[in-house]
């Protein structure tokens, strides 16, 4: 009774897949109050997917840069995406019929903010680009009041991208999020 108890523990709490260590922790940090602050963003679970896309595709290009290994992650963390989706869709009431239809739909919008940030975290370009590239994505709902947001914005996905750049290939592989 035991191994069937801890089977499970595990598999519900994925503590040993480092790929979804990874994707925890930095979904976590992506949709947390304070990000959503820094980034102008409300509490709602649009921004919440907003702030994570963002994270991701800062996290996917890390990956890509990566060894071998490395890039090997960024399937898994993909697949933690889609099982996370999956879950909060579940949690929030959708039916069973429609919930890989959404997933679809929510995977798709993953992967086309990964490839709108991408400039952003693999080149340095001017802080109006940047300014740009959030506002057709990031604030596709509407601009936060003030410009002071949208610079604090703009500086804290600089940020972002620096602090993914900082994690080492040995850090990535163990499951460590950026700081």
Request: contains cysteine.
């Amino acid at each position: 009774m035991r191994s069937i108890k801890a089977w499970w523990e595990a598999r519900v709490t994925r503590k040993s897949d480092t790929a979804w260590q990874l994707y925890r922790d930095t979904a976590l940090k992506a949709t947390s109050a304070e990000q959503l602050r820094l980034l102008g963003l409300p509490e709602t679970s649009e921004a919440r997917f907003e702030a994570l896309a963002l994270e991701l595709a800062a996290l996917w290009l890390r990956l890509e840069q990566g060894c071998e290994d490395v890039q090997a992650l960024r399937r898994r963390v993909a697949e933690a995406f889609v099982a996370d989706m999956d879950a909060s869709l579940r949690d929030l009431g959708a039916g069973d019929l429609g919930v890989g239809r959404r997933v679809q739909a929510l995977t798709e919008r993953l992967y086309g903010r990964i490839a709108a940030y991408r400039v952003i975290f693999s080149s340095d370009i001017s802080n109006d680009a940047i300014k740009e590239i959030l506002e057709r994505n990031l604030y596709k709902e509407g601009l936060p009041e003030g410009a002071e947001i949208i610079d604090s914005a703009t500086h804290e996905v600089r940020q972002i991208g620096l602090a993914w750049e900082a994690v080492d290939d040995q850090g990535l592989l163990s499951g460590k999020a950026r700081a």
